[in-house]
């Protein structure tokens, strides 16, 4: 599959990402790497899409996330039409609960 955002850089971040072993040290890497804003929107982004999944409305992700709706509209698309990666990870964190 040809990937659009492929490049030296960014595989460079995945192989990190992938080479993390639990949960300390993804919250060790991604506090040097991201920004706490940074943090909490990518991780609304991903409950949006666990709210999405289950049916739940705009309106009550809003509620939930303080996301515009335009986001959850963009994380709708994605779910719908992107390359399943929100469906890959949240099944995955579903079965290791």
Do not use: P, W
């Amino acid at each position: 599959m040809a990937y659009k955002l492929k490049n030296e850089m960014i595989d460079l971040l995945f192989r990190a990402i992938l080479s993390l072993q639990d949960e300390d040290e993804c919250y060790r890497f991604f506090e040097d790497l991201c920004t706490v804003s940074e943090l909490q929107e990518m991780s609304k982004r991903l409950y949006a899409a666990k709210l999405l999944r289950e049916n739940r409305i705009y309106n009550d992700i809003v509620e939930e996330t303080g996301l515009s709706t335009a986001t959850i509209s963009r994380v709708n698309r994605c779910i719908k039409y992107g390359n399943d990666g929100y469906a890959t990870v949240l099944e995955r964190v579903s079965k290791h609960r």
